[in-house]
């Protein structure tokens, strides 16, 4: 599961503003939120690009990479 949904909420966009500002549509950003389709490099960095550039502390890690439970 990845958290591109939470960050943009954080910077307060719509799906639709999300998608415009990465040059896509806001069903294809929608479908990196749900996992439905899976981003390549390029789109990652798009994404990265989009919500840090609205004000987002983001980082690939902090976005795709979940914290292991403490166990």
Known sequence: MNKIAD???QV???QSQAGELAGWGQ???SSYETGA???DAD???KILAVLAGC???VSFETLFIEEA???
């Open 7 to 9: 960050y943009r909420k």
């Open 12 to 14: 307060a966009l719509t």
């Open 27 to 29: 069903s294809r950003w």
């Open 37 to 39: 389709r899976t981003p």
């Open 43 to 45: 789109d990652i960095k």
């Open 55 to 57: 004000g987002a502390d």
């Open 69 to 71: 439970s403490a166990a």
